[in-house]
């Protein structure tokens, strides 16, 4: 089985640190949580980079974006598999507007 790194963009990782921000203002225990369900999502996606849903992808005629949920928070981490590592492009929470937050999104960009 090949392990692929995830790499997450800079759109990805500010996602993350506002998500993360979020939960500390309410109940720090649950920022923790957060952060061990995305380090789990990661996991899971370097080793099977297929697993997440291609939704997104299909919506937004994005080959290959697949999106993974973040258990038993609101959010979801969206992907691409690329040759050599996972491209996290975001974590977002699903409440959002995804389509709309995606459909600008420059593929080849960080």
Do not use: C, N, W
Request: cysteine-free; hydrophobic content about 40%.
């Amino acid at each position: 089985m090949t392990i692929k790194p995830v790499i997450p963009r800079t759109m990805a990782v500010s996602d993350v640190e506002h998500a993360i921000d979020r939960y500390l203002g309410e109940q720090t225990v649950a920022a923790f949580d957060l952060v061990d369900a995305l380090q789990a999502a990661y996991r899971l996606i370097a080793e099977h980079p297929g697993i997440g849903s291609p939704r997104y992808g299909f919506e937004l005629d994005i080959p290959g974006l697949r999106g993974r949920a973040l258990g038993r928070f609101p959010y979801v981490v969206l992907y691409l598999e690329r040759a050599d590592h996972i491209d996290v492009l975001r974590v977002l929470h699903q409440r959002r507007d995804i389509p709309e937050l995606l459909r600008d999104l420059d593929q080849d960009q960080d």
